[in-house]
């Protein structure tokens, strides 16, 4: 068997890879190998996202990671050094349609402003006048719609002024791009069967055909695989109290007629319907998801193959959400959708992140729906572990700590997407 070495084999190149090789190649020129099993890049979990870059999360910690990775989303010519990126970043702000009080909203102002981050206190009639196709009534309702439902104004609502989305596919082929600049080896069709190990540590990998890569570390960015990709090495997460495992996550096209629901809309999260939802396709169409943690429950025994359609059920009730938060969307409309995979971590919805006991063998895994704003944070947490450089314009200040295999399960009200 004929064997190459190198100093870091990253294993999946989705945004999470590919962010990783990216820190570690611009500041240091250590030989790093990625290895892919698609044809191209970010056709896992990175190929269905929405890519919204949100920084509201419940800890400091998680805000901190996604404020750092918008400043490379919102930078990305100078974070990637491509004259002409293919991806850009959406400039449309978040809007939290929450039903908090405003003392609450006030605390999240307070503490996201403490962090630095660009957020604003909206009445309705704010809302109303930036966003004139937005109800701005945040009582709950029956979402199967049999029952009336009489509107009324909310107080407040928060809203994050600098946020937005991002092209999920444009960026891993930017990523692609730059890292095959900075000498990285990304090599595409080329599945890992094995991953060797001895004296409790890694050795490197073995490939679908027959050959191998010789290297003293390891990462497992495999997204939805992470779990199968990970027994290679004979690691269970399940050992160090995480279950880690590949749910189907369903996204709506619909389609937007401009003539009668003006723009520009924002982001949203809306907790009166269930649902998440931002502009797609140049502002043709709606991108609807959910936000509920029942919707988030669909285990994939196989992520090889798996339903990539929507439910007619899912769909339904969340379009019945956005007709309340639009009244003017017409009932009648082009309505699409898929179904990706989000790599869940059930014990609390956020990634472990980091060196493990298999010394060699680091994990990026379990993202829950957040992988996409957090990878340049992420990428950067693993270069400065793996280099020991320091901290540049495009570093995050969270801990990785924070995201450690062997920390306890975060402390959270609810185990859904939004934690
Ligand atoms: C519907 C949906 C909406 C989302 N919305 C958002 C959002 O709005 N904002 C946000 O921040 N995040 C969002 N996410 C989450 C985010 O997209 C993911 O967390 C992120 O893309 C995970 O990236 P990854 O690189 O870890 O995994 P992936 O993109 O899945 O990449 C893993 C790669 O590993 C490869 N691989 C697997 N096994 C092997 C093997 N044995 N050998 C070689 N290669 C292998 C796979 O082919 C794949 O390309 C969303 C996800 C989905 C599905």
């Not at 096209?253 to 924002?266: A, F, K, S």
């Not at 990706?340 to 980091?354: F, L, R, S, W």
Request: proline share 6%; hydrophobic share 40%.
């Amino acid at each position: 068997m004929s064997h190459d070495k190198a100093d870091v084999v990253i294993v999946g190149a989705g945004i999470m890879g590919l962010s990783i090789a990216h820190q570690i190649a611009r500041r240091d020129s250590r030989r790093i190998v990625i290895l892919e099993k698609a044809f191209n890049v970010g056709e896992g979990s990175t190929g269905a996202s929405c890519a919204i870059l949100r920084q509201r999360y419940t800890h400091r910690e998680a805000m901190t990671v996604a404020r750092d990775g918008l400043r490379a989303h919102r930078n990305w010519s100078a974070y990637t050094g491509l004259a002409e990126p293919r991806a850009r970043f959406h400039h449309t702000g978040v809007l939290w349609m929450m039903g908090e009080t405003p003392a609450a909203i006030e605390n999240g102002r307070r503490t996201m402003a403490d962090l630095g981050i660009a957020v604003e206190v909206l009445s309705a009639a704010e809302v109303r006048d930036r966003f004139p196709a937005l109800n701005t009534c945040n009582r709950p309702f029956d979402l199967t719609g049999a029952t009336e439902h009489e509107c009324a104004d909310h107080p407040a609502f928060l809203f994050e002024t600098d946020s937005g989305f991002f092209d999920p596919v444009s960026a891993t082929q930017d990523l692609l791009e730059a890292v095959r600049r900075e000498g990285v080896d990304v090599r595409l069709r080329t599945k890992v069967t094995g991953i060797g190990t001895a004296g409790g540590r890694v050795t490197g990998v073995e490939l679908a055909d027959g050959t191998g890569i010789d290297a003293p570390v390891v990462v497992n960015s495999t997204g939805p695989w992470a779990p199968r990709v990970a027994r290679l090495a004979g690691f269970d997460y399940k050992t160090h109290g995480w279950t880690i495992h590949p749910i189907r996550a369903q996204v709506i096209y619909r389609e937007w007629p401009r003539e009668v629901v003006p723009g520009p809309i924002p982001v949203v999260a809306d907790s009166s319907g269930g649902i998440y939802f931002r502009p797609e396709a140049g502002g043709q169409q709606i991108l609807v998801g959910s936000i509920r943690e029942e919707d988030e429950r669909e285990v994939v025994a196989d992520p090889d193959v798996f339903n990539g359609n929507i439910d007619a059920a899912f769909r339904d009730v969340k379009i019945h959400a956005l007709h309340h938060r639009i009244p003017s969307l017409p009932y009648r409309g082009q309505i699409t959708g898929v179904a990706g995979m989000y790599d869940m971590n059930v014990e609390d919805v956020h990634p472990v992140i980091g060196p493990t006991p298999l010394e060699g063998f680091i994990v990026v895994n379990g993202f829950s729906g957040h992988g996409f704003k957090e990878s340049p944070a992420v990428g950067s947490m693993l270069a400065r572990h793996l280099t020991g450089a320091p901290a540049d314009e495009w570093d995050t200040e969270a801990p990785m700590e924070f995201f450690s295999i062997d920390r306890a399960p975060i402390e959270l009200k609810e185990r859904a997407v939004l934690a």
